[in-house]
């Protein structure tokens, strides 16, 4: 994977190529910037390569972000489902194998979600997947379900938008597709699934082509410096001391009220967050409460069974 990478930003310039599509995600097992997949993935963002991962399919428990999707500078995308009513937006929902987050580091991922339940693509027939779910195919098409469809979604979103301005960065390009997500809410105006489940909303490609909001993303981080191993940087999400996630500086947003069910709920409105900041392994005013273990953390976690 690292070679594939490192041959598309060697060939970025002679194939112009301006979104890479990582459909695949493995369980973090370091700080982002320690991860060699992740170090190759930074550097594409660095050189202009607009990346879309995948959140991951472990969710809906807290904290199952995947890697490369843990890497704050990337657009991370998590998976809603239209419960096979195309054409009635009233039933669709938060897909409960979606990842959810936040990272280790305190970043807010997934960033954005996109439709990932039962989708359809072609496949041939003597294929390793189609010998071993042949319910799922149909002689062309196989359905299947996942964070790295969706993921492919917005890699399609993020097409459409360059080819209207080519000109925009990687870091303008993901504040134009996030700033024109819808977030999923309920009958009185509060939010429907967590921050950390759905980010900042379902999305939208024709609101993402035509928006002009370009510099809200990836603020307070540098990422030549992260690269070079001369900083590192932590996002704004927290845990209280009842074990609730949340994110710093905005109130009403804790994990616990955000259980996936069944229900559909209204995507409506833009919802952002803020910036990042360095991080640090102590408790302070930006630090973070969780300690230096991931399995230690998982266990102190307090969020809802949704089935």
Known sequence: MIRAIDWVVANRRKLRIRVLNLSFSAEARSHYWDDPISQAVMVAWQKEIFVVAAAGNRGPDAMTIGVPGNVPYVMTVGAMTDSFTPADPSDDKLATFSSAGPTYEGFVKPEIVAPGGHMRGLVQGNSALADAYPEFYDGQYFEMSG??????VVSGIAALAL???PWRSVDELKCKILSAAKP???ADGTLAYS???????????YAAVM???????????????????????????????????????LDGYLWTDSGVGTEGYLWTDAYLWTNAYLWTDGVGVDGYLWTDALTE???????VDPE
């Open 147 to 152: 964070t790295s469809q969706a993921t492919a």
């Open 195 to 205: 921050v950390f489940q759905q980010g900042a909303g379902v999305a939208d490609a």
């Open 184 to 186: 999923a809410v309920k």
């Open 163 to 165: 080819q209207a301005e």
């Open 211 to 249: 928006n002009q909001t370009v510099d809200c993303a990836n603020q307070g981080l540098h990422i030549d410096n992260d690269i070079d191993g001369f900083q590192h940087f932590g996002g704004p999400a927290n845990q209280d001391e009842y074990g609730n996630y949340y994110v710093m500086g």
């Open 297 to 303: 953390m998982a266990s102190m976690a307090s969020w």
